[in-house]
Every structure is written in structure tokens, then in C-alpha cells.
């Protein structure tokens, strides 16, 4: 197993009213629901820390909540801040590539390529 995958790095990340969205620098792009992100942090605050490492509390979160700005974290990662005042998530690249829901990603996934 030497065949090294190139890592996926986020080119441009643009937040929008519809979403936030990612263009890779593999010419990827990927749109998220603010609270499709939100409800995916996985920081201590979050999801707590182990052994008691549990799924976010998603009541917890509002329906309206948004990403309000973002910030590179050296090349692997991009933070948060988020409408809830809450900003200490880092989204490292290849997770948030792996969170990628549009159809194309979500079928690799699932190890279903559509034959087109
Ligand atoms: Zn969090
Ligand atoms: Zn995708």
C-alpha cells in the first residue's frame, strides 16, 4: 500500500446565504448546507472527549445557524466561525472532501460508480 492518494486541498471557500461551498484544487466542487457542517464539528466542546466521545446534540443546534466567517488552518484544515459564536471545529480538507454531498461523492462512498 505505497500508492500515496494526493491529499484534497481547498482552493477557494466562499460563503454564501445558500451554503459554503469549496472548490478543490483538483477542479472539485463542493457545496454544504451551513447546518450540514455545523452538525458535523467534531471538537471536545462538540462531541466531548474520550472515552466519553458521543454524536453531536443536534437540538442543540438552530436551523437557521451559519457559518459567518472561515480561516485556513496552516494546509490541511479550515475553521469556522460560526453564528452560534461557536469556532473551535477545525475541518481538515480530506474530511470535509469525505463530507462532499453531492451525488458524484456521495457514490464513491458507497463504492457505486454510475455508469453514465
Ligand atoms: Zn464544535
Ligand atoms: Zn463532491
Not at 505505497?2 to 466562499?14: L, N, Q, W
Not at 445558500?18 to 484544487?25: C, L, N
Not at 462538540?46 to 459567518?68: F, K, M, N
Amino acid at each position: 500500500m505505497t500508492s500515496k492518494a494526493k491529499k484534497p486541498m481547498a482552493k477557494h471557500v466562499v460563503l454564501s446565504a445558500e451554503g459554503i461551498s469549496i472548490t478543490w484544487d483538483d477542479g472539485h466542487s463542493s457545496i454544504y448546507p451551513h447546518r450540514y457542517l455545523r452538525l458535523r464539528c467534531q471538537c471536545a466542546e462538540c462531541v466531548g472527549e474520550w472515552p466519553r466521545y458521543s454524536t453531536i446534540d443536534e437540538s442543540r443546534i438552530g436551523v437557521d445557524v451559519q457559518a459567518l466567517d472561515h480561516m485556513q488552518v496552516g494546509n490541511y484544515a479550515i475553521q469556522f466561525l460560526w453564528s452560534d459564536f461557536h469556532s473551535t471545529g477545525l475541518y481538515p480538507f480530506e474530511v470535509l472532501r469525505k463530507q462532499c454531498p453531492c451525488p458524484e461523492c456521495r457514490g464513491e462512498t458507497f463504492g457505486v460508480r454510475k455508469s453514465s
